[in-house]
């Protein structure tokens, strides 16, 4: 399965990232992403959902748990799903608020904190893992970001990524 890492040196780096991704979502992916309190998986999901042609603002889903977002993916409307499940207290959550219909082939599910929904969460096409990096004792620091494909539409999507860091 594709794999892709990257770093990115600043917020601009972590914006172009998320451009890449969104000229190359497909409808029906799920991504989950991965990284410590201010790793930057919401910044990275805002990039990508204004890249994608939202408007309007895009805050993180933590008191919400998710917030819907309207995007063009080749002239078509698809809605993207971003959920935050940083305060979800067990996996039964998930399945009680009834987000696993969201989980199918024409929305997009972008998942902040997977692991707190468990195995009640399907499983991700994409897994983004982000952390912040020191690159030198000089106070330089950055983002780390490793996509990795999970399925075939995973690899569909890492296949289309067009993205070059400034370095």
């Not at 892709?4 to 890449?20: M, P, R, S």
């Not at 409307?77 to 067990?90: C, Q």
């Not at 620091?141 to 690899?155: C, F, I, M, N, W």
Request: hydrophobic share 40%; aromatic share 6%.
């Amino acid at each position: 399965m594709p794999h892709f890492t990257t770093h990115l040196h600043d917020e601009a780096g972590t914006n172009a990232l998320g451009a890449a991704l969104a000229r190359a979502l497909l409808p029906g992916l799920a991504i989950h992403l991965h990284g410590d309190l201010g790793a930057g998986k919401t910044a990275l999901t805002r990039a990508l959902l204004h890249a994608a042609g939202h408007q309007g603002h895009v805050k993180s889903p933590t008191y919400t748990l998710v917030e819907p977002y309207s995007i063009q993916i080749d002239k078509h409307s698809v809605e993207v799903m971003h959920f935050d499940l940083y305060r979800m207290a067990s996996p039964d959550e998930f399945l009680e608020a009834g987000f696993r219909e969201y989980f199918n082939q024409s929305t997009i599910c972008i998942v902040e904190w997977p692991e707190k929904a468990a195995a009640a969460l399907p499983p991700p096409d994409i897994s983004v893992l982000l952390s912040v990096s020191h690159v030198s004792s000089i106070s330089n620091t950055g983002r780390d970001v490793e996509l990795q494909a999970l399925s075939d539409k995973g690899s569909q999507c890492l296949a289309r990524l067009k993205f070059a860091p400034n370095l």
